[in-house]
Every structure is written in C-alpha cells, then in structure tokens.
C-alpha cells in the first residue's frame, strides 16, 4: 500500500501562483496529478515516470505547469503559474506500481490522496 498525502492547495487570484505537493508513504512507478472541477470529470493533469523521470502534460497546463519529483523525499510537486479560473478544482495525486505505459486514465492508478482545492478568482 501507498499512501498519498497533498498539500498547497489554496485562493489565489488569476494570473498568481502556487505549489502543490504530494508525499508518498513508499515505492511508486509513476505519478500523476488529476483534477476535477465541479460537474466534471476528473482530467489528468501531468505525470511523472519516477524512474526514469520522464514527464507528460495535458494540453490545457502545458507552458503554465510544471511537474517534479524529489525521490529522496518521495514527494512530487506541481508547480502551477499563470493561474486561470478555469484551473480551480479538487487535485488530487494518484501512484501506480504495475509497470507499463501510464496514462490519464483514472482506472490505472492504484493509488489517490484525499485532494487539495485550488480557487482561482478572476
């Protein structure tokens, strides 16, 4: 089992910024930050191979968001710029241990912490 702690969740006006982070309790795969939005459905975000380091992000964050990962720490970090209304919803971390292709598919992963909200005001 893994458990799956976020934090950095907060209010913060468009155009401002924060940082999300999520504390892993053991060994991961890959990990991926989600998020949903009131009345959507949860979308993925970015996600980070925690071996080789390898790093994808959805269309709609690329350019604003980055992913990283301390191993050390075992916690992964998103840091959000360029905050748009649009970006306010529950994130969550989600950790898969199966190996293979990781995607933003929610059924893959194993793994999810409780969330953290962000609001961002217009």
């Known amino acids: 089992q893994v458990q799956l702690v976020e934090s950095g969740g907060s209010s913060v006006q468009a155009g401002g910024s924060l940082r999300l982070s999520c504390a892993a309790s053991g060994y991961t795969y890959c990990m991926t930050w989600f998020r949903q939005a009131p009345g959507k459905e949860r979308e993925g975000v970015a996600r980070i191979y925690t071996g080789s380091g390898n790093i994808y992000y959805a269309d709609a964050v690329k350019g604003r968001f980055t992913i990283s990962l301390d191993n050390a720490k075992k916690t992964l970090y998103l840091q959000m710029n360029s905050l748009k209304p649009e970006d306010a919803a529950m994130y969550y971390c989600?950790?898969?241990?199966?190996?293979?292709?990781?995607?933003?598919?929610?059924?893959?992963?194993?793994?999810w912490g409780q969330g953290t909200q962000v609001t961002v005001s217009s």
């Open positions: 989600a950790a898969d241990r199966n190996g293979g292709v990781c995607g933003f598919i929610n059924d893959r992963y194993n793994f």
